[in-house]
């Protein structure tokens, strides 16, 4: 995400680190490169020369804070400047006094409206809450059937009405909520190609009619300011409560999230990762500027390994680790759990310092695929005691693994050395993510 910015602008502040005094010069130099890095990242050009005006001005203005360097101090205003930028969001759904809390989601076609509608409802559900999707995209009889079928997968229930009126699908929604002990009712709505007045006149309609607590924009942040002029139309003639910007996981350059607050006034409330049903996050205007300087995104990080691992597991892991007792089993148990915690190559990415270096590390998802398939290989008894696994053994697990000799034999190398490293550090307590604890 964002890596074209992300590496230039860390250039330029390479640059400024070498310095030990900051001359006016230097300052002006830096953000010349920092509005050129960001006019590239298709950031909206009048956003960019009021960020640029104001970083320099108090770069210069400012009485530098003694614990810092002049370019730590120069870094410091601009992550303070971007976060000012995408300032404002909270990251959470205003849940009404009086259930149901009814949202609505608008946006293009191909936005990302039926996933997130179904990512939405995935999280709420975790929340603890009793969310129903309503299927008011009547054009597209196929996008009914991706919401059940969605819908289905995650346990969370469809209202549909086929080709009915919008209006009133919405509407019969809210009494079927009622009804049935649903506190969040997640309507998913037509897209077309572009803005025109059918679809605001559509829109308006099922507005008038259920009166939404929330009313957020699905936008796709690949089209850059495209994003944010649909943003502008939707916000004026709608008036947005959000946005949730999609597809942040295939956006080099980051224009839009850097953009869509300073110019429409609405507030980025979540972001999509990924087409699983878990790429969503919450936006975190702070974590998302650390991300962008190439702090890292530690506080993201921790949350979804508090999300994904389960915490009676990760004591029992500790005991194990302790008592060196850590098998295959438990590795393989590992790896499923930061499965669930998405990509590899995203988690990583949220880890300071290693975002840049990823750029030339493929990180091939099907070795995990691959060693997965050599452990369930395996008996229970060679997992407990890999020593066992000679020549012959090694050749029947990798034929019953689709993988070669080599991989078998690499796979419990790794295992070996791995053991050994946690020989030394028993004692620590840690799982490999640290067992879900609180950071
Ligand atoms: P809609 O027409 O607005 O309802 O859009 P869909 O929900 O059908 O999404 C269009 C396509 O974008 C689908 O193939 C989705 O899987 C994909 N998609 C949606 N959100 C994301 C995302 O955050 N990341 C990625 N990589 N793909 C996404």
New binding site residues.
């Given amino acids: 995400m964002f890596q074209g910015l992300s590496e230039k602008l860390q250039e330029t502040f390479k640059r400024l680190k070498g310095k030990g005094k900051l001359k006016e010069a230097d300052v002006s130099e830096a953000m010349r490169e920092v509005r050129v890095a960001l006019l590239e990242a298709d950031v909206n050009f009048k956003v960019v020369k009021d960020f640029v005006a104001k970083v320099k001005e108090r770069s210069i203005g400012q009485e530098v804070l003694e614990s810092l360097s002049p370019a730590q101090h120069v870094i410091k205003i601009v992550h303070e400047e971007m976060i000012e930028l995408m300032g404002g969001a909270t990251g959470k759904i205003l849940i009404a006094s009086k259930p149901p809390t009814v949202i609505m989601l608008i946006?293009?076609?191909?936005?990302?409206?039926?996933?997130?509608?179904a990512k939405l409802a995935n999280m709420l559900k975790k929340q603890g809450k009793h969310p129903l999707l309503v299927a008011c995209?009547i054009y597209?009889p196929a996008?009914i059937k991706?919401l059940q079928v969605l819908g289905d997968q995650l346990k969370v229930p469809v209202f549909s009405m086929g080709q009915d009126n919008p209006r009133d699908i919405a509407k019969a929604s809210i009494v079927h909520a009622n009804q049935n002990g649903q506190d969040v009712v997640i309507i998913?709505t037509a897209?077309r190609l572009h803005i025109n007045e059918e679809l605001m006149g559509e829109l308006r309609d099922i507005k008038s009619s259920v009166k939404p607590h929330e009313i957020l924009l699905?936008v796709?942040a690949m089209t850059g300011q495209d994003a944010v002029n649909v943003a502008e139309s939707f916000h004026s003639d709608l008036g947005l409560d959000g946005v949730i910007l999609?597809?942040?996981?295939?956006d080099t350059r980051g224009g839009a999230a850097l953009s869509i607050k300073a110019v429409t006034g609405c507030t980025i409330k979540f972001?999509?990762?990924?087409?699983k049903m878990d790429?969503?996050e919450p936006f975190h205007p702070d974590r998302m500027a650390s991300r962008i300087l190439g702090m890292g995104d530690v506080l993201t990080l921790i949350e979804k390994a508090q999300e994904s691992f389960d915490e009676k597991k990760a004591k029992e892991m500790e005991q194990k680790l302790r008592k060196q007792e850590f098998t295959l089993d438990d590795f393989l148990d590992q790896m499923q759990q930061m499965k669930k915690m998405g990509p590899l190559s995203s988690i990583l990415e949220m880890i300071p310092g290693v975002g840049k270096q990823l750029k030339d590390v493929q990180i091939d998802e099907k070795d995990t695929a691959h060693i997965e398939a050599i452990i369930r290989s395996m008996t229970t008894e060679e997992r407990r005691k890999p020593v066992l696994i000679k020549d012959s053994r090694k050749k029947r697990i990798a034929k019953g693994s689709g993988t070669s000799v080599q991989d078998v034999g690499r796979l419990l190398k790794q295992f070996e050395q791995m053991q050994k490293m946690m020989k030394q550090f028993s004692g620590g307590g840690m799982g490999m993510l640290g067992g879900g604890k609180k950071g």
């Fill in positions: 946006g293009l076609q191909g936005a990302g409206k039926t996933t997130h509608a995209d597209r996008a991706q998913d897209g699905v796709d999609t597809k942040l996981d295939g972001v999509g990762i990924g087409e790429a969503i």
